[in-house]
């Protein structure tokens, strides 16, 4: 390598601002704390569900389950960390280190819930790394940002503004007429208001991080009404995914509902910082295209994660139609064999 590389290489390096790097190191830390607590709710969740109504058939019972909040407590120090991580970095690169969430959700779901992890979803988790890798080294400088009001003018442009009924509208419709109807049959319809909703939530997540950081900077931003609006907003659409993200967890398997999620709310998510706070306007065409590569990568390791456990569950329904059989050759009690038949993950 000639002194020309090495010196273009550090460069590069030098460029990643302070702000940039502390937004890493919370986005990394969020995902560790999100991808464990994806495991510890559904686990709370088969305990309730074994006592009381299930979350995915409209019953509240896991709320009297202390595994349950467990990983709600998890969760909720992840999404507190990657709070502060949108406070110090742009959504392009925060956002696409939930894929770190995705492997350590899936490891621990074949560790410890049993949903088996194919090989091939082993190669699509380290997809998922190199994927996120190639954004972070090419992701924007944060935009300087000096007040609440700046944010607030940001959210109100005409074409944010569009964004944000589109996402309403289409809320709207998977709630009333797609939920009642195909919500048990189709991870896509949970799953789907959680990432439309979670990109407005993100948006109003990142303006408020920054009237915070303001305000502990010296710079009041309580006194600004928007503040209080962004903090409403983000209320809203958390209860809201919290709930729908429960019954996806507990109807569909984690290994499908984690990178499923993963791939709509950060695509949504990208598209909407793009439009909100025009981050690549500051970047070049060849910065963008190699951050689309990068995400493209993403996808694909989210679709062999996905395609991965359709394998799974052939294998494992072939091991029990194989039971099924022996148990008639040799006249099993039918209750034994539904017992066995416990520890086959289902979606």
Request: aromatic share 10%; charged share 15%; with cysteine.
């Amino acid at each position: 390598m000639d002194e020309s590389s090495v010196g273009s290489w550090r460069d590069s390096y030098r460029g990643m601002s302070s702000d940039n790097v502390k937004g890493l190191v919370l986005a990394l830390s969020s995902s560790f704390f999100i991808g464990a607590s994806f495991i510890v709710k559904k686990k709370g969740l088969k305990r309730a569900g074994s006592s009381g109504v299930r979350a995915g058939v409209g019953g509240y019972s896991y709320l009297y389950e202390p595994l349950w909040w467990v990983g709600m407590i998890a969760m909720i120090v992840g999404e507190i960390a990657n709070f502060a991580a949108y406070a110090f970095a742009p959504a392009i690169l925060v956002t696409p280190l939930g894929a770190l969430s995705i492997i350590i959700s899936a490891a621990l779901a074949h560790i410890i819930l049993r949903e088996r992890l194919h090989i091939f979803g082993m190669l699509g988790c380290v997809l998922c790394v190199v994927g996120s890798t190639t954004i972070v080294l090419h992701a924007p400088q944060e935009r300087v940002i000096e007040s609440v009001a700046e944010v607030w003018d940001l959210a109100t442009e005409p074409a944010f503004l569009l964004y944000a009924a589109l996402v309403l509208v289409a809320v709207f419709v998977l709630v009333v007429q797609f939920v009642p109807e195909y919500g048990q049959t189709h991870v896509m319809v949970y799953i789907g208001v959680c990432s439309l909703v979670g990109s407005l939530s993100v948006m109003s997540v990142k303006a408020l991080g920054i009237a915070l950081k303001l305000t502990f900077e010296g710079m009041n931003q309580l006194i600004y009404p928007q503040t209080w609006i962004f903090t409403m907003i983000v209320l809203v659409c958390v209860i809201t995914q919290m709930n729908y993200l429960n019954k996806a967890l507990d109807t569909f398997n984690t290994a499908v509902v984690s990178p499923i999620y993963y791939v709509m709310f950060t695509s949504l998510t990208i598209l909407a910082s793009v439009i909100m706070f025009k981050d690549w306007d500051r970047q070049n065409p060849t910065q963008i295209v190699t951050e689309i590569c990068g995400f493209v990568t993403i996808l694909s390791g989210t679709f062999l994660l996905h395609k991965t456990k359709d394998a799974v569950d052939g294998s494992s329904a072939s091991i029990q139609m194989r039971m099924s059989k022996h148990s008639d050759e040799n006249a099993y009690d039918p209750e034994g064999i539904a017992a066995i038949d416990l520890y086959i993950p289902h979606s």
